[in-house]
């Protein structure tokens, strides 16, 4: 924003006592006096004039560390402002500009300072190149989305300190801020479908090596898999086929129906809290199947693909999901009915569903799931009633992840109930 009044304090002064030497004068037929207003008059047009007759440009660029912010968490920011002027200026101050609601300067580090401070003193470029001016300032990110810093906003004063210029430069620089995510302790490690490629499963063709299925010997097939009853009985190199390792898949559904979340969960990312809740969880769940092991797909619960579905132990793809996250918002309703038919026909891994608000008849939608996973999941923000009872009773490892609840403790909980369920 520029500055209406373009005189400091001081030169607002100045500017007063010139029209009261022009007044007292007239008044008194004083001629001296009037020579000094005029004097005041003449300090201060040289004043304002020396600020704009100095022609000077600014390239303004900025660098967040990390690149892409995340949600509750400081991001430093360095600013680097290069000059060049024909005249030497005078010192003067510096603001970033930064989106309201959004950003706001966290604790400055050591050698930093907020998003405001002092503008040095810049020396005639006329037989050099540009000057380069650094800054660096704590950037708290307090929403998920996408948000611009800048412009900066440049202010300096004449050497008398009488007038002061105020000047928006250099572009906007864009900020993502992603969902945060959350650290998810293991699951405990158990055989079946449910285990990851760190517990590979493994598909017996028969109890004991007497009844495996042998086959030939190929180039390449280690001397240890020989079966060597097989091949004294056939006269040539057999092997065992007992071991057939695959990588387990998992799913996570994320469901953005509206009627489960506040109207306000569809206008913009970080506008519901409660849809915050949600968006977090999902990432953080994706995150930790990653790191078990698990192939995972991400998909909304009308079956809508939201990322591809991601390899076991690829962390740099949880990486790019994340901050794909950073844009998710709310959709028109759908019917939570739909994703039991997500996985009609198949059994897999665990199936980790985050939604909003949860009745009874959201529960009985999701009762046929359970019966499709080794470890079913359920997370929900702010469950209704008995939601949480009626889907225990359908097959639900389920909890309430709303405001004020560690969702380490609650994925922890399900988790380990899921496992005892699954044994048992």
Same mark, same amino acid.
């Given at each position: ?48 004039? @020396? ?13 967040? #560390? ?46 930093? =300072? ?35 810093? =800048? ?57 004991? @090596? ?16 020989? $079966?060597?009853?097989? #091949? ?29 979340? #506040? ?29 078990? =092991? ?20 690829? #962390? ?7 901050? $794909? ?8 309703? @759908? ?35 359970? $019966? $499709? ?21 359908? =097959? ?29």
């Amino acid at each position: 924003m520029r500055r209406v009044w373009p005189l400091t304090p001081r030169g607002t002064g100045a500017l007063v006592l010139a029209i009261a030497c022009f007044a007292v004068a007239n008044q008194l037929g004083l001629v001296e006096l009037l020579y000094f207003g005029l004097l005041l008059l003449a300090v201060v047009a040289v004043s304002f004039a @020396s600020l704009y007759a100095v022609r000077r440009t600014e390239t303004v660029s900025r660098s967040l #560390s990390p690149d892409v912010a995340v949600g509750g968490r400081s991001t430093s920011v360095t600013v680097r402002v290069a000059v060049r002027t024909a005249l030497p200026t005078a010192p003067g101050t510096w603001r970033d500009t930064l989106p309201k609601g959004a950003l706001a300067p966290g604790a400055p580090p050591q050698g930093a =300072g907020p998003a405001s401070g002092e503008f040095p003193a810049i020396g005639s470029g006329l037989r050099g190149g540009d000057r380069t001016v650094e800054f660096r300032y704590e950037l708290e990110a307090l929403r998920r989305g996408v948000h611009w810093l =800048g412009p900066l906003q440049l202010t300096s004063a004449d050497p008398f300190g009488l007038a002061r210029r105020s000047s928006l430069v250099g572009d906007r620089t864009r900020v993502v801020v992603s969902p945060a995510v959350v650290e998810l302790p293991p699951l405990t490690s158990f055989a079946g479908d449910t285990g990851g490629t760190l517990h590979a499963t493994t598909n017996q063709l028969g109890q004991g @090596s007497d009844n495996l299925t042998p086959r030939s010997y190929l180039p390449g097939d280690s001397m240890r898999r020989i $079966h060597w009853r097989a #091949s004294a009985h056939r006269d040539t190199l057999m092997v065992r086929q007992e071991e057939q390792e695959s990588t387990p898949e998992s799913s996570v559904v994320f469901d953005r129906g509206l009627s489960r979340w #506040s109207p306000e969960a569809m206008d913009a990312p970080g506008a519901d809290p409660l849809f915050e809740l949600g968006v977090s969880a999902c990432v953080s769940a994706v995150a930790r199947l990653v790191q078990e =092991g698990y192939s995972v797909e991400v998909v909304d619960s009308d079956g809508t693909v939201l990322w591809d579905p991601i390899e076991g132990g690829d #962390s740099a793809q949880v990486d790019a999901m994340t901050t $794909h996250f950073a844009t998710v918002t709310a959709r028109l309703d @759908s019917d939570l009915g739909r994703v039991a038919h997500l996985f009609t026909g198949i059994s897999t891994g665990p199936i980790a569903v985050i939604t909003g608000r949860l009745d009874a008849a959201g529960t009985d939608a999701l009762a046929a799931v359970p $019966h $499709h996973s080794g470890l079913p999941l359920l997370l929900v923000v702010a469950p209704q009633g008995d939601a949480l009872a009626r889907a225990e009773a359908s =097959g639900w490892r389920s909890a309430g992840i709303g405001p004020g609840v560690d969702l380490r403790a609650a994925w922890s909980d399900v988790a380990e109930r899921g496992v005892t369920h699954a044994l048992g």
